[in-house]
């Protein structure tokens, strides 16, 4: 997510990195999802989607031959314009707190709703909100 507005020069930069060195077979994408409007009138903890403060989303992805060196180029460019928020509908396995990332303030009430309406953590994976509240998550 991002809560200010990117330097004209990240912007050219970004621009750069996406049409730059493209390998055949390879996809990428760059999608800037807008926020604010009806996104910011709910209140963050009205629901589990607690990213109501940001302009916007912006999601990059690569499938194909090197594809993990242009994401990492991308996310190196992007890493100080960003918050640590991020959209829990793109799972990133390398997060070091993936929940907090995920649902910041409102995991403590979603760990209770978990608790009671799946108490034996049926409908799992590796992270996925869980029964009990872990302070560390």
Known sequence: ????????????DLVALVEADRRPGQRRELDLMPMGGAY???????????????????????????????V??????????????????????????????YYGDNLPRLVDVKSRYDPEDLFRHAQSIPTRFDPRS
């Open 40 to 70: 910011n009138r709910v209140p963050p903890e009205a629901t589990a989607f607690t990213h109501r403060q940001d302009l916007f989303l912006l999601k990059y992805s690569c499938l194909g031959p090197e594809a993990e060196t242009w």
């Open 72 to 101: 990492a180029a991308v996310a190196e460019l992007l890493a100080p314009h960003v918050t640590t928020r991020v959209y829990q509908n793109f799972a990133d396995a390398t997060l070091s707190s993936p929940l907090s990332a």
């Open 1 to 12: 997510f991002v809560d200010t507005a990117l330097p004209g020069p990240v912007i050219s």
